[in-house]
Structure formats: structure tokens, C-alpha cells
């Protein structure tokens, strides 16, 4: 009995470890240069599987594709509910360890590279990817929300209306995120510093200058 529970275990591990190969493969093929849509044929052979074990975790491309999406999603919304629930310092102290997580992201080689390729052309074509699109800024804009509530609690941000400020930042931060070049350092920084600014300003804060 124990020797058939052990095989079970080792299937799981083994069909985990499948689906992640598919996973790294698919980053991996999709961020270096190609022409073209990249075939199913060429992920599979980069991961190493067969297209059965690629149909055990995927019903086509499109949802390796969103699981992609999902995947750096949860990544993000890990790291910023993480400042929201650790809930250091002032809520000013928060909201700009909440606007530093998201932008460290782009300083991260890995990170970046999975970014682009979640917004690469290719993916944004995947069926089903503007409607998961947007449950992601919801996951990444709860832990914004909450931020902003203690603020408007405890009169730090006056003129906080968190719910619509937390998508506004949130917006900003993607537009600025596509806009500003992440190997320019400065650029970043400077970036961070001046949205940081704006959203204390826009809910009433003190700048910390």
C-alpha cells in the first residue's frame, strides 16, 4: 500500500514538473527573437514533453498562454499584499513601499522578461486574455485599496477615495511601466519618486519630499 501511494506521489511530482518545464519553455521561447507565432511544436521541444503531457495541464495554447498571465499576476499581487499586510510605518510610509515593490519589478532581469512577454502581441491575442487582464489590476489594486482606506481612516489622506484612486495609481504605474526605458536606472528611479509624489498630492498627504 505504501509503495503505491509512493507512485502516486512521484506521478504528481513528475506531471508538476511538466507543466512548469512547459511554462519556463514558453517564456523562454517567446522572449527571444522569432518570426512569426511560435508553434506548439517548438515550446514542447524546449521543455522536453510530449504534446500528451502538454494536454495534461493546457487545453490549447491559448490557455498556456493565460497561464502565463496568471501566473505573473500573482506574483505581483503577492508582493504588494505583502506591504498591505506587514503594514510598516505611516500609510504615506506604505503606499510608497507599495509603489516601490511594483517598480522593482522592472529593475529584476527575470521579472522584466516575463513582463514583456505577458505583454508581448502574441499573448494579448490569447482568447480570454483582456478579461483576465483585468482581474489581475483588481488583484494588484486590492492591496493598493487598503493602503488608502488606513489613510483616509486615520486623516493622513484626506482626500483619499480609495477605491478610485487605487485604480488610478495602478493605471498610472502600468503606463509608466511601458513607457520608461528599465535599464536607465535614473530614469526608474525618478519615475518611482515622481508618481509617488503625484499619488501622495492627489490624496491630500504631505509630500516626503
Known sequence: MMSLIFSFVQIDAGHDDDRRRIIEAAYRCLSEPHRGPIRMSVILRTAGVSSRAFYRHFRSKDDLFLALLRQGADDIAARV?????????????????????????????????????????????????????????????????????????????????PDHDAVAISALVSRIMTSVTSDDLQAVKQAQSRLLDFALRAVGAVSRG
Open 81 to 161: 499584499d505583502r506591504v498591505a499586510a506587514e503594514a510598516v510605518g505611516s500609510p504615506a510610509d506604505q503606499l510608497a513601499a507599495w509603489i516601490g515593490e511594483v517598480f522593482d519589478l522592472m529593475v529584476d532581469p527575470r521579472q522584466r522578461m516575463q513582463m514583456s512577454v505577458i505583454d508581448s502581441e502574441e499573448v494579448r491575442t490569447a482568447q480570454g486574455y483582456r478579461e483576465l487582464r483585468e482581474q489581475s489590476h483588481a488583484g494588484r489594486e486590492r492591496s493598493l485599496t487598503e493602503i488608502l482606506r488606513r489613510g483616509r481612516a486615520d486623516g493622513s489622506f484626506p482626500l483619499a477615495d
